[in-house]
């Protein structure tokens, strides 16, 4: 094989690798929780409550636009999650932030999160991850890749 012909096959070799890479075919990066999807799925959950408990439910769907919460998902399976929640008692004070570390893997088309020793099992759409609730009537986490 020529020189031109090796440098323009590893050239092309080259082109694809970043091609597919840009378009989101790995799952390793940084996602953030996607509040209108969450807010969609806390309202389908809240339907299904008796009325006498709907109204504290509906509280804790308002502070979903004050919350933060992202997942980062590193190479060799290392995870890291970060979350904000505003201090309600007391304005005044800063947001309580919370960091926790752990693991992720790959699980046919699904990714398996794990921290504190509790496996979160997402779908993977694209660059999107839905976690479903741990429990019975708890609402989807939706992460988008950023």
Do not use: H, R
């Amino acid at each position: 094989m020529s020189i031109v012909k090796t440098f323009t096959t590893a050239t092309i070799a080259l082109a694809t690798s970043f091609l597919i890479a840009g378009c989101g075919g790995g799952v390793e990066g940084t996602y953030k929780l996607d509040k209108s999807e969450m807010k969609k799925s806390m309202e389908a959950e809240i339907a299904k409550m008796p009325a006498d408990q709907q109204g504290f439910a509906k509280l804790g769907m308002a502070l979903i636009d004050a919350m933060d919460m992202s997942v980062e998902l590193q190479s060799g399976g290392k995870m890291k999650m970060k979350s904000s929640m505003p201090n309600l008692m007391d304005k005044d004070k800063p947001a309580k932030t919370e960091e926790k570390d752990g693991t992720w893997k790959l699980d046919g088309e699904s990714v398996v999160l794990e921290a504190d020793g509790k496996p979160l099992k997402c779908a993977k759409d694209g660059g999107k991850l839905t976690c479903a609730g741990q429990k019975e009537g708890e609402p989807s986490l939706v992460f988008v890749k950023s």
